[in-house]
């Protein structure tokens, strides 16, 4: 299965080894962290092409399992890799839901990327992937998430309680979703 989305700027698909120095690229220029959730454990010294290698060799096959699929979006007008998409199976029998995860590099942010990156995420997962629901889980104090995926069409549904273990406690996180048409 050969899973690509293209927009008007941008393009969708899994990352490839030669897409390393437009990744290493894409951190490498990152700013500052912006805010609480901006941070990203990176450390692209340590990086290689070995290494990334190793990790594209690791996404083809969680994808071949139907556990996780990782896109690199990249903008079409000059291959500048500007973040990722992720969609993990939840479940698939009869419920076929997932979990969609993005990131978007913060030099590239307040440029509508984010919402046309999620979009195209949000159409593989329902169009190519069969997933009948998608959620995303948001921190309740990540303003920035939550207006993306609002942009983006998705739901306010509820707030789970202590559900993600992260940052050394139980943290509350709201549900977004959205269920194929």
């Avoid at 479940?91 to 984010?114: K, M, S």
């Avoid at 999620?118 to 948001?138: N, P």
């Amino acid at each position: 299965m050969h899973l690509q989305s293209e927009t008007e700027r941008l393009i969708l698909r899994p990352l490839q080894n030669d897409d390393y120095e437009r990744w290493l690229e894409g951190f490498r220029d990152r700013f500052s962290s912006q805010y609480k959730y901006d941070g990203d454990s990176l450390d692209v010294n340590e990086w290689t092409q070995k290494k990334f290698d190793d990790v594209v060799t690791k996404f083809q096959a969680l994808a071949a399992q139907d556990e996780v699929y990782v896109f690199g979006v990249f903008r079409k007008e000059d291959e500048k890799h500007i973040g990722k998409v992720e969609l993990s199976t939840i479940i698939r029998e009869e419920f076929q839901w997932g979990l969609l995860g993005y990131r978007i590099h913060n030099q590239f942010w307040r440029q509508g990327y984010g919402k046309e990156a999620v979009q195209a995420g949000l159409k593989i997962a329902f169009d190519d992937l069969d997933y009948h629901r998608i959620e995303a889980h948001i921190n309740v104090d990540n303003k920035p998430s939550i207006r993306l995926a609002e942009a983006a069409g998705m739901i306010y549904e509820c707030t789970r309680k202590g559900f993600i273990y992260e940052y050394n406690e139980w943290t509350d996180n709201l549900v977004y979703s959205m269920n194929a048409k």
